[in-house]
């Protein structure tokens, strides 16, 4: 008995710990986005103050957050419908058919969401400028591409497997054709995986910096991870605003991410077992 209970507290000891080192810096950004610049560098740190929204003031109205938080949304939004509405008939028809190449395609789809960004920076920089493409948020939504459709096609693929066969059959003898049976039958049924990749896909537009930086550098064009870094290049650096920035940049991928938490767990595990 007594060594249960030492386990049970072992563990329960891991939990606290961990959770402690994801939420620690979660809060000092938070708190330090409500600080004045003195109450930040003070030591022995303040754990007691009187909340300031300077921070915020100023990065609404001297920093232009507002546009490049509108700017993130929009590539965002339409980066995520881009590549789930090329991605998820690409995993149904690897799931589903075989064909010449499948394995090749599948490998290509997997490895090449392993691709580090700064290898196709420049050809992208030299065919963007070519065409006129920089400081639009197009750029960004084609060349995000290059990344969230092989996720959503690896996260997908199995989630399509594991929907029985027998009901696309039973559709395909009431008379549906094949779009209507991934339509109307396979899609429904893999929400949960729709919900997740979607998650992801969308947490990796939002925080994408390299792409963002050099495509889109203008004011008007910026998206909110390279507005944050416009802050670091004075003599001196505006912490409290740089923290309200950040505190701003991650509410809502914290937000939605805590909305859909629930599809998260399901959607990842959906298909793992046969």
């Known amino acids: ?89 690409a995993a149904y028809g690897i799931a589903r058919y075989s ?26 920089y030299l065919t963007a400028s070519s065409l006129n493409l920089i400081n639009s948020p197009l750029v960004l939504i084609l060349v995000y591409q290059v990344f969230v459709v092989p996720l ?25 054709n094949r779009f209507e049976i991934f339509w109307r039958v396979a899609l429904p049924l893999v929400k949960p995986g729709i919900a997740v990749a979607a998650i992801l896909a969308g947490i990796f537009a939002w925080n994408n910096l390299i792409f963002a930086s050099v495509l889109t550098p203008s004011d008007e064009a910026r998206t909110a991870p390279t507005i944050a870094m416009a802050y670091l290049g004075g003599y001196s650096v505006p912490w409290t605003k740089v923290m309200a920035s950040a505190t701003m940049i991650c509410a809502p991928v914290i937000v939605g991410g805590i909305v859909v938490h629930k599809y998260i767990a399901r959607g990842l595990t959906l298909g793992a077992v046969k």
Not at 111 to 123: K, Q
């Open 152 to 176: 959503i096609v690896w996260l997908l693929v199995d989630q399509f497997r594991s929907v029985p066969v027998v009901l696309e059959e039973a559709a395909l003898l009431d008379g549906l």
């Open 99 to 124: 064909f010449v190449g499948r394995k090749q395609i599948w490998f290509w789809y997997v490895t090449n969401w392993m691709l580090v960004p700064v290898v196709i920076l420049l050809p992208f």
């Open 1 to 89: 008995m007594l060594r249960h209970w030492f386990g049970k507290a072992v563990h329960g000891v891991g939990i606290i710990l961990i959770l402690i080192t994801i939420l620690f810096p979660l809060y000092w950004m938070i708190a330090a986005s409500l600080k004045t610049a003195d109450q930040l560098f003070s030591v022995p740190p303040v754990w007691f103050w009187h909340p300031t929204l300077s921070g915020y003031i100023d990065a609404i109205f001297d920093s232009g957050i507002l546009t490049a938080l509108k700017n993130s949304v929009i590539v965002t939004s339409c980066a995520i419908a881009l590549g789930l509405a090329v991605g998820a008939p």
